[in-house]
């Protein structure tokens, strides 16, 4: 059956679209529609309006304009579907099909002797002599099998509407099998335990029973590698699938040391020759003081290589550094003509990295001559380092801060004090005392005064530094606090001063001990008028 014609079918379309713009009001609000295609078997191609969308079954078409349309299904052997529909605003139109497959007619498969086992790719049809009805076109597989007879394998193509017929002879089982080899892709080597076969698709008769290695080998390509059983009377298949194997690029450039970056990845330098995979790859070449280059290399199975002479951009640098030069020549830029200079002779011994580089340096010493990051024009003074000029007053700052801080050094004075001064003592005792000792090491000074303070009240105070005696007597038992209060005027710089602060305890006087006579008969008390309290004990001892 003949699929529809297009032709036949666009003026149809035609005349439905012409009927809906006369019939349909404009309206700039118009909502569009969606279409959902989905077919049996899915993975149909879709066509709108005789419009490849690139879309396959089963899917969704969105944004649609409402009216009349045409979709066409196509799938590799089944029959082409057509149809007309409407889409309506803002609605889903659903389109469904049951995809139809193209099938042969009658195939017959006869054999002599007959009762053969029939199969079709892989697939157990059934036993001859047989016909077959509504085989999906395209090529298949036969392979006949009977007991006691060599095995018989064909490919046939059915062809849609076509009667065929197979026909074969069985021949008795050999004392010897046969090796089918196929690749893909095809021309490919074929070696049997190491030796030379021929190339794919071939047939290998009247091999010996047995187990065999089997390599598969073409340029570009990964070997392929197996095993095969042969039996005596038996075909054995090989299908090899090569893998594209990755082969060698080659990069030169002149000068070399060029970065290569192979895809956006950096690959290393030139000269350089890399393994990649076959197929169509970008280069791009980059080295300083020379143009980048973008290469299109288109990768087969035999390598490929580029070579390419890059372009120095001295020229360019050393024009630019001139001008700039000459732009600022009011600021007597020698360096920069210096470096100019040494751009110009390196680009005529061709060395136009070197080169680029004193451009560039030219061009940097030109706009700042005292290279302190300000350009001339704004500069303050352009032959003198800003950082002269931003620096020295805080130099100035640091070196009076120095002066001043050295000067106080040498005026400092450490005011120092130390008081020994008993726990306790005796409210009789006359002759308790504290012994305190100030002092003022370091630079020279104008005042000294020591204030010594008993219970908050002034009793003693000196002027010279040394060691002094404060009396303690003459205070009522209890706690009592010694404060030591150390001034010093220096020079310069105000004055320096410490306080020492202790505390020490008054006791009440011991009781007195009587004085009695060899009889024990009373107390005998010498009638000298200087006799005294300590007498009192000597004449006990006597």
Request: proline share 6%; with cysteine.
């Amino acid at each position: 059956m003949k699929k529809p014609s297009a032709l036949r079918i666009i003026p149809v379309l035609i005349l439905c679209l012409l009927i809906q713009a006369v019939i349909s009001p404009a309206d700039a609000q118009i909502q569009k529609g969606t279409i959902s295609v989905s077919s049996v078997p899915q993975g149909a191609n879709i066509y709108l309006n005789d419009e490849d969308l690139g879309l396959q079954t089963n899917t969704v078409i969105q944004n649609v304009f409402p009216g009349i349309h045409y979709v066409r299904l196509e799938l590799p052997g089944y029959r082409t579907w057509e149809k007309i529909f409407e889409v309506r605003e803002g609605e889903i139109t659903y389109i469904s099909h049951e995809m139809e497959p193209l099938v042969g007619d009658a195939f017959s498969v006869t054999t002599k002797p007959e009762g053969a086992q029939i199969y079709i790719d892989g697939d157990f049809y059934g036993i001859s002599n047989t016909v077959f009805y509504e085989l999906p076109t395209g090529q298949h597989r036969v392979l006949l099998l009977l007991d006691n007879y060599s095995d018989y394998a064909a490919t046939v193509t059915i062809s849609e509407g076509m009667s065929q017929s197979l026909v074969h002879t069985f021949e008795p089982i050999p004392d010897t099998g046969r090796i089918t080899v196929a690749s893909v892709p095809s021309n490919a080597g074929i070696y049997l335990n190491g030796e030379y076969q021929g190339t794919t698709r071939k047939t290998l008769d009247e091999v010996v029973p047995g187990t065999y290695a089997i390599v598969i080998m073409k340029t570009g390509y990964d070997n392929w590698t197996g095993t095969v059983d042969v039996a005596a009377g038996k075909i054995s298949e090989i299908i090899a699938e090569l893998t594209p194997a990755k082969v060698i690029l080659s990069v030169t450039t002149v000068p070399k040391g060029a970065g290569i970056v192979i895809d956006g990845v950096f690959s290393g330098t030139t000269p350089l020759e890399i393994p990649v995979e076959q197929g169509l790859h970008t280069v791009l070449l980059e080295k300083f003081g020379y143009e980048s280059r973008e290469e299109e290399a288109d990768v087969g199975a035999e390598g490929a290589s580029i070579s390419v002479n890059l372009v120095s951009m001295a020229p360019q640098a050393i024009a630019e550094a001139q001008r700039v030069v000459f732009d600022n020549v009011d600021y007597q830029p020698e360096k920069a003509r210096e470096a100019l200079e040494n751009a110009q002779k390196s680009y005529a011994a061709g060395d136009s990295e070197s080169a680029i580089t004193y451009a560039a340096s030219a061009i940097a010493l030109a706009r700042d001559v005292d290279g302190d990051g300000v350009i001339n024009p704004l500069d303050i003074s352009p032959h003198l380092h800003n950082a002269v000029i931003y620096i020295t007053p805080f130099l100035v700052v640091f070196l009076v801060a120095g002066l001043i801080a050295k000067d106080m050094l040498r005026h400092r004075i450490k005011p120092e004090i130390t008081v020994h001064l008993p726990v306790t003592i005796r409210e009789d005792d006359m002759l308790a005392r504290a012994e305190v000792t100030a002092n003022a090491p370091g630079g020279p000074y104008r005042g000294f005064v020591c204030t010594v303070y008993i219970d908050g009240i002034s009793v003693d105070h000196f002027t010279d530094p040394g060691k002094y005696d404060v009396m303690l007597s003459g205070r009522s038992p209890g706690v009592h606090s010694l404060m030591v209060h150390l001034q010093v005027a220096k020079e310069r710089y105000g004055k320096a001063e410490k306080k020492v602060k202790e505390n020490f305890i008054v006791e009440p006087p011991e009781p007195a001990h009587p004085v009695t006579d060899e009889k024990g008969g009373g107390i005998i008390i010498p009638e000298d008028e200087d006799f005294g309290p300590e007498d009192l004990f000597e004449e006990g001892k006597e």
